[in-house]
């Protein structure tokens, strides 16, 4: 029988209406009423870390999660956390940097309609996340509608449907259906070595949206503010230099020891920095390539790696080296 960890933080799963709209406000011990009856292969412990709307998750919040793992991790074979959707592709990913060597399955896992409502998507939800989470695997996966998906390459897609969420540059890992978990692909043979925790987090990281249009002169106010920026570009990855040159306040980015990261905005098969002349022009700087990373990854990653060390080439070596199958190698 498998020992089971529920963690709730809240989220639209835990949410009750009230005078001012849906606000989180069921415990982990209501939340665990609703998994079906049957828990003959499996034994669940709950407990409350917060209760929180994920629009208000923070990074100091994913260290909390980590922590809480990390203070368990011996005496269960496997930890559910339920969670908001807004938030919680970046919550997967933070916790695949901040867990490493991890053998055991942490699975996230959260509702379109809280799970109090009579037609929600909530009660399937936590019961396949329950059932993944008994599974002899290791790493962190978010379970939903049906689909299990590495913690690393989730990014939610809809606002209201069940299908919230979709596995991008990468395939789903399994598909549950009541009982039944078939794996799409291979599953990695489990990591050796202790559970390390690794929580140095530098939050002062920005994400910019390149738009046509956008003035050079913003990179002042950034650079002042910020260590890490992440820049979604257009395309395969190229920065304007014609009209609005943003080339020399990138430069100056680089040059006062701020880590830029070009992405792309396009959802599906990353940036490619070095196929056009825009991209070329950036690449000669020290800018760091998120290749076919999604920005819900790069972000906690760049946290990460700014937590360690404000040396710029060893950022950029963190970065861009695959981690919990963050990057198609």
């Not at 990390?70 to 339920?82: A, C, N, W």
């Not at 908001?84 to 509702?111: E, F, H, R």
């Not at 509608?145 to 540059?169: C, H, L, P």
């Not at 009541?178 to 939050?203: F, M, R, W």
């Amino acid at each position: 029988m498998k020992k089971l960890l529920l963690l709730a933080t809240g989220g639209t799963i835990a949410s009750v209406p009230s005078a001012e709209g849906l606000a989180p406000g069921m415990s982990a011990e209501e939340l665990a009423r609703y998994l079906p009856k049957d828990t003959s292969d499996y034994q669940l412990e709950s407990k409350m870390l917060m209760n929180i709307d994920s629009t208000n998750m923070q990074p100091e919040f994913w260290v909390e999660i980590a922590k809480a793992i990390y203070r368990h991790y011996d005496r269960y074979d496997g930890f559910i956390i339920t969670h908001g959707t807004d938030t919680m592709a970046y919550t997967s990913a933070a916790l695949s940097y901040m867990l490493q060597n991890v053998t055991k399955p942490i699975v996230l896992t959260g509702s379109q309609v809280p799970i109090s409502f009579k037609r929600t998507d909530a009660k399937k939800n936590i019961a396949d996340a329950v059932r993944f989470a008994c599974e002899e695997i290791g790493g962190v996966f978010i379970v939903f509608d049906g689909k299990v998906i590495q913690g690393t390459r989730a990014v939610k897609m809809r606002t209201k449907s069940y299908d919230a969420f979709e596995s991008i540059n990468h395939p789903y890992v399994a598909y549950i259906n009541g009982p039944n978990v078939t794996y799409y692909k291979s599953v990695h043979a489990k990591k050796q070595g202790e559970l390390i925790l690794d929580t140095s987090l530098c939050p002062d990281v920005f994400v910019m949206k390149l738009h046509p249009g956008a003035k050079p002169e913003l990179f002042d106010c950034i650079r002042h503010l910020y260590k890490g920026v992440i820049i979604e570009s257009f395309g395969s990855g190229g920065i304007p230099f014609q009209g609005r040159n943003l080339l020399p306040k990138l430069r100056e980015l680089t040059n006062a020891g701020v880590a830029v990261v070009i992405t792309t905005q396009c959802l599906e098969e990353g940036e490619d920095i070095l196929l056009y002349e825009v991209g070329r022009k950036a690449a000669q700087n020290q800018i760091i390539l998120s290749r076919d990373m999604n920005t819900e990854a790069i972000v906690p990653k760049l946290m990460w790696a700014l937590g360690k060390t404000n040396d710029l080439q060893e950022v950029k070596r963190f970065m861009e080296t695959p981690i919990a199958d963050d990057i198609s190698v």
